[in-house]
DNA sequence: TTTTTATCAAGAATTATTCTAAATAATAAT
DNA sequence: ATTATTATTTAGAATAATTCTTGATAAAAA
């Protein structure tokens, strides 16, 4: 079983007199079915498997546009290229440190990361992220 | 009374046979009177008051060694420049959506980070972080 | 002093991403 | 159905933060 149920593309409305064209499909589809958060650049690369004609710069445009409309997420780890998640579930981030590789954590119920910090007064604090970096299974286990 | 009460550059170890330079302490010395997370382009800036023959690179050089030392840290936020603070001190972020000013919260004793997320078995984790963003109070008071 | 090693500085290179402009396609208006 | 409007795609140029290269300088070691 996939962890995520691969959503229809056409439930989704981008919103804002956007159009769903079949660039935007493709893009959308190779995330559903990725676990393993892409850069644009590997997205780009799976795309052209079904779409040899599609650009790099297409491919920014939407993912860009999925993103607004709230269809992925984009996932920073400090100074690398951006990636890109299909899980809509709210959860965090595991990087490895080693092979760079990012990991979908479950958030703890009861256990909220809002209140392991102190907000300033009159602050509003609108987004918590919590990511976790380290070593992944695979670089765990091996020697060195 | 400052937040960072300012640490003797000579009592910093930068390990690894690094020598303690007129650049890499005033770089040092910036950081430990700012409270407002520069970019390396803005401690550059406010290094030049005292040195101005410095060059970017070199700051960025500094920043650089200074990090690996432990002596500063650095803060990163999406796609923006790399920030850089002088609070050792175990601490959060909190990034204005508005203004884009970084802002030092403190920890809650108790509720740890660590136990808001369920680590994969066999990976190692090994450091937690905490972002927030939002409005910070001076934006979010601002009517809009 | 001579040799070795670290550092600095200027500018070139890199790289992820964004922008530009022209072509194409979809939608809306007539 | 034509025409006009708007959105999208594409290739390539531009941008911007950061890193790299290289030739001085300077400090430390021999
Ligand atoms: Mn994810
Ligand atoms: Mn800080
Ligand atoms: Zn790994
Ligand atoms: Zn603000």
Chains 1, 2 share one sequence.
């Not at 995520?4 to 079949?22: A, C, D």
């Not at 498997?49 to 445009?61: E, P």
């Not at 300033?120 to 695979?138: D, I, L, M, T």
């Amino acid at each position: 079983m996939s962890k995520n149920p691969l959503k229809n593309i056409e439930s989704i409305n981008l919103g804002g007199g956007h159009r769903m064209t079949p660039q935007r499909r493709l893009v959308f589809d190779v995330l559903m079915k990725s676990q393993d958060h892409p850069t644009a650049a590997e997205v780009f690369m799976r795309v052209k498997n079904s779409m040899d004609s599609i650009s790099l710069a297409t491919v920014y445009n939407c993912l860009d546009t999925l993103v607004s409309a709230g269809a992925i997420k984009q996932v920073n780890l400090d100074r690398e290229p951006s990636r890109y998640c299909g899980n809509l579930e709210p959860h965090a981030h595991f990087h490895c440190e080693s092979c760079s590789s990012v990991l979908d954590i479950e958030l703890n119920e009861g256990a909220e990361a809002s209140k392991s910090v102190i907000i300033p007064k009159g602050a509003k604090a609108e987004k918590f992220e919590v990511a976790v970096r380290g070593k992944c299974p695979k670089c765990a286990r091996r020697k060195n």
